[in-house]
């Protein structure tokens, strides 16, 4: 039985054929209807989401099978004190998969410690979001054509922001992949991924704050919000908040063939006047997020490919 816990826990190869599987999901939707009839998805989110959890369970409904779960931790016996690793082996007796949510980093995999069924990492805390990487990946490949040679800006929150980790750690697995890494000083990318991450791979980057100086040489512009709940005190916040904004003067900077990427939702750094922009992909991006989790269900439950 297989977990999906870090980018990771797929290999180059093995993403290779689930984004080529959710490829052909995008184009031949009605195929897929009936695969997983009869197979249950739980949904355990001990915190706030919209796109995860429902792309999840519209994922399954698209495969043909149904859904259960709680959509926050006040409404689940959490709120009871129940461990983790008690939910997780009553839901292995109700669900066949199962996709996790919790504030706290390494919840997915305790919880997997203590499973029958496959866990999905759905976002721990500040650590990791696999799921939202295997969509960021589709996107940039069905946009470019590509998944190598690309120079890849991240801006805003890196330090709290989960998506801007694992997408790192997967990206650093192709060639020529070259990183602007733009923030505040005090939202730069955590020791753990400079060091043993980008240093360590001998991975081209740059850390800077301005964004206005990056944008001509990017080929991917990845938006991030500033990650408000996992502040320890609001003015901090209030004052890191706005530090990016993207909008219509800055994209005159980046190249035509650039495209604006962000896992949402967004607060104020685009403004929605680039949402017009043939470049802005981010609601796009939401759309494959669909396709790669029913992929994803599929190789995680070993179901066959239809004809
Ligand atoms: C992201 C998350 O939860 O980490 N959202 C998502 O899953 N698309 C990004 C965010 O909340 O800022």
Do not use: W
């Amino acid at each position: 039985m297989r977990h999906l816990l870090n980018p990771l826990d797929f290999s180059v190869e093995e993403t290779e054929q689930l984004l080529d599987l959710a490829g052909d999901i995008e184009h031949n939707l009605p195929k897929y209807a009936h695969v997983c009839d009869g197979k249950k998805l739980a949904t355990l989110f001990y915190e706030p989401s919209t796109r995860t959890r429902l792309s999840f369970e519209a994922a399954m409904l698209n495969l043909g099978g149904s859904v259960l779960g709680f959509a926050s931790a006040d409404s689940s016996s959490a709120a009871k004190g129940e461990s983790v690793a008690d939910t997780i082996r009553i839901i292995s007796c109700y669900a066949d998969i199962c996709a996790m949510r919790h504030p706290k980093e390494g919840a997915p995999l305790v919880a997997s410690q203590f499973s029958s069924i496959p866990v999905i990492n759905a976002g721990d805390g500040g650590h990791q979001h696999p799921t939202q990487t295997l969509t960021d990946l589709l996107t940039i490949r069905s946009l470019t054509g590509r998944l190598n040679n690309l120079t890849v800006g991240l801006c805003g929150d890196l330090k709290f922001g989960r998506t801007v980790h694992s997408l790192i750690e997967a990206l650093v697995r192709y060639t020529g992949i070259r990183f602007v890494l733009i923030s505040p000083q005090e939202l730069r990318i955590p020791d753990y991924i400079r060091t043993d991450v980008l240093d360590k791979k001998g991975v081209e980057y740059r850390e800077v704050d301005n964004l206005d100086e990056a944008m001509p040489e990017l080929d991917i512009l990845y938006m991030t919000r500033v990650q408000k709940e996992r502040f320890f005190n609001e003015e901090d916040y209030i004052r890191l908040k706005d530090s990016y904004i993207l909008d219509n003067k800055k994209m005159e900077l980046a190249k035509e063939t650039m495209y604006v990427l962000h896992p949402l939702p967004r607060v104020n750094e685009i403004s929605v006047e680039v949402d017009k922009d043939p470049r802005a992909a981010y609601f796009k991006q939401a759309q494959y997020g669909v396709y790669v989790r029913m992929a994803l269900i599929m190789t995680l439950l070993e179901v066959e490919k239809p004809c």
